[in-house]
């Protein structure tokens, strides 16, 4: 089954999608996240298109574990995704945006482009953690 993960944002989302075995992952890219009605759309044709079985959906906590307006803009997105038949499961996302930029840094990334590669590493990374906490159900 293919998951698709999400780091949701409010300028851009960023999203990874595993390869159809479930463990590797695969396709990354970003959309923007001004409309939500319309990122709505594009997540959903995503999801269909790319026969995607759950979505791994980034949940950001502060690190003391506790939930901030970010937290609920992300179980805000959930809902709105499963009304429209998506399965959607929460990842706590803690710390991948800063795990992303330091990638971007050791890999010499600079530019216009980064912001719009840290969504889709930041992305990639709940991936691996969603992957990697499920991989007994594989």
Do not use: F, W
Not at 45 to 58: C, D, P, Q, S, W
Not at 60 to 70: A, F
Not at 110 to 127: N, W
Request: hydrophobic share 35%; aromatic share 2%; with cysteine.
């Amino acid at each position: 089954m293919r998951i698709m993960a999400i780091d949701y944002g409010d300028a851009r989302t960023g999203y990874a999608i595993s390869d159809a075995s479930g463990l590797l992952a695969g396709e990354t890219g970003v959309l923007p996240s001004r409309n939500e009605d319309k990122l709505l759309e594009d997540l959903c044709r995503i999801y269909g298109e790319k026969e995607v079985g759950r979505i791994a959906l980034g949940l950001p906590r502060n690190m003391d574990g506790s939930e901030g307006p970010r937290a609920e803009k992300s179980r805000a997105l959930k809902e709105r995704l499963e009304e429209r038949g998506c399965e959607v499961a929460l990842v706590d996302e803690r710390r991948t945006t800063v795990e992303a930029h330091a990638i971007l840094t050791e890999t010499g990334r600079r530019g216009k482009q980064r912001k719009k590669r840290v969504d889709a590493v930041a992305a990639s990374l709940i991936l691996e953690t969603y992957l990697n906490a499920h991989r007994e159900e594989a």
